[in-house]
T-cell receptor, first 113, second 118 residues
């Protein structure tokens, strides 16, 4: 069965520092991978997605993620974090044979000035 | 881009009453919509897949008689929480798949509905 693990429940960084949020997935075939961001009391906004091709994916708001098949990982990165990036971040995997998205447990990002 | 409108954004109801939540795709037709439930500080749990013109497909453990889903048109799906109880209080989020996007994996999420049952 497909699953997604986000090992870090809560991360705190200083504004301007670099960021990496970890995501590991379990899926037998090539997965469809997504990163979403959720502000408090809001829905989810898609940051980026990977289907195939170049393993380094660029997203919105300066985020990028790298698909590493050997490590079953899809970590999200940003070189310089802004205070407005404070939010909950969810990694998700889409199963090719269904329409379902399986979400990780999320990582809450806190940014200090 | 694709927009999904979810209404209401928050609702308070008395225990035993029913509450309807609407999810509309504003600028595309969505043959498939999804309903999620999110507990505080937790992830999204898929409740059901709503298919236009047919019965919803519920995930294991979700009571289909309590959470009624209707997808009567290509732009509207509704979730009705029947005979609500305090344990049904949660954040409910819908999403719709925009078939016009790459590889048909274009999911757009609504802004969510905070349900509080008192």
């Amino acid at each position: 069965a497909q699953s997604v693990t986000q090992p870090d429940i809560h991360i705190t960084v200083s504004e301007g520092a670099s960021l990496e949020l970890r995501c590991n997935y379990s899926y037998g075939a090539t997965p469809y991978l997504f990163w979403y961001v959720q502000s408090p009391g809001q829905g989810l906004q898609l940051l980026l997605k990977y289907f195939s091709g170049d393993t380094l994916v660029q997203g919105i708001k300066g985020f990028e993620a790298e698909f590493k098949r050997s490590q079953s990982s899809f970590n999200l990165r940003k070189p310089s974090v802004h205070w407005s990036d404070a939010a909950e971040y969810f990694c998700a995997v889409g199963a090719g044979n269904t329409d379902k998205l399986i979400f990780g447990t999320g990582t809450r990002l806190q940014v200090f000035p | 881009g694709a927009v999904v409108s979810q209404h209401p954004s928050w609702v308070i109801c008395k225990s035993g009453t029913s509450v309807k939540i609407e999810c509309r795709s504003l600028d595309f037709q969505a043959t498939t919509m999804f309903w999620y439930r999110q507990f505080p500080k937790q992830s999204l749990m898929l409740m059901a897949t709503s298919n236009e013109g047919s019965k919803a497909t519920y995930e294991q453990g979700v009571e289909k008689d309590k959470f009624l889903i209707n997808h009567a048109s290509l732009t509207l799906s509704t979730l009705t929480v029947t005979s609500a109880h305090p344990e049904d209080s949660s954040f409910y989020i819908c999403s719709a798949r925009d078939p016009g996007t790459e590889a048909s994996w274009g999911y757009t999420f609504g802004s969510g509905t905070r349900l509080t049952v008192v």
